[in-house]
Nanobody, 118 residues
Framework: VQLVQSGGGLVQPGGSLKLSCTAS????????VTWFRQAPGKPRELVAS???????RYADSVKGRFTISRDNSKNAAYLQMNSLNPEDTAAYYC?????????????WGQGTQVTVSS
């Protein structure tokens, strides 16, 4: 399964961006999808996750600002990011984990840079 990311870029503080993660196979709808980010010199951080059933989880730092969603008909997951601030600047990665019954393998997108700056 290949995951292809799109979106990202440069945005001013207070702005919004939407990241997309599209899978090459429909089995993606069984995956737990997680968005991670990593800023230079900092450890990787879990941003948000969504289960196959739609249960969502967010890092405290993004609650109320970011929204994770998925559209299984399009083999896609999204991260809507609002009220962005410079601390959100990082490389963002989507990850899909297949169910343990199918092997439990993790798949990764190629990453996309988000820069929040005036």
């Amino acid at each position: 399964v290949q995951l292809v990311q799109s979106g990202g870029g440069l945005v001013q503080p207070g702005g919004s961006l939407k990241l997309s993660c599209t899978a090459s196979r429909s089995i993606f709808d069984t995956f737990v999808v997680t968005w991670f980010r990593q800023a230079p010199g900092k450890p990787r951080e879990l941003v948000a996750s969504i289960t196959a059933g739609g249960t969502k989880r967010y890092a405290d730092s993004v609650k109320g600002r970011f929204t994770i969603s998925r559209d299984n008909s399009k083999n896609a997951a999204y991260l809507q990011m609002n009220s962005l601030n410079p601390e959100d600047t990082a490389a963002y990665y989507c990850s899909g984990r297949e169910p343990d019954a199918l092997g439990g393998q993790d798949y990764w997108g190629q990453g996309t840079q988000v820069t929040v700056s005036s």
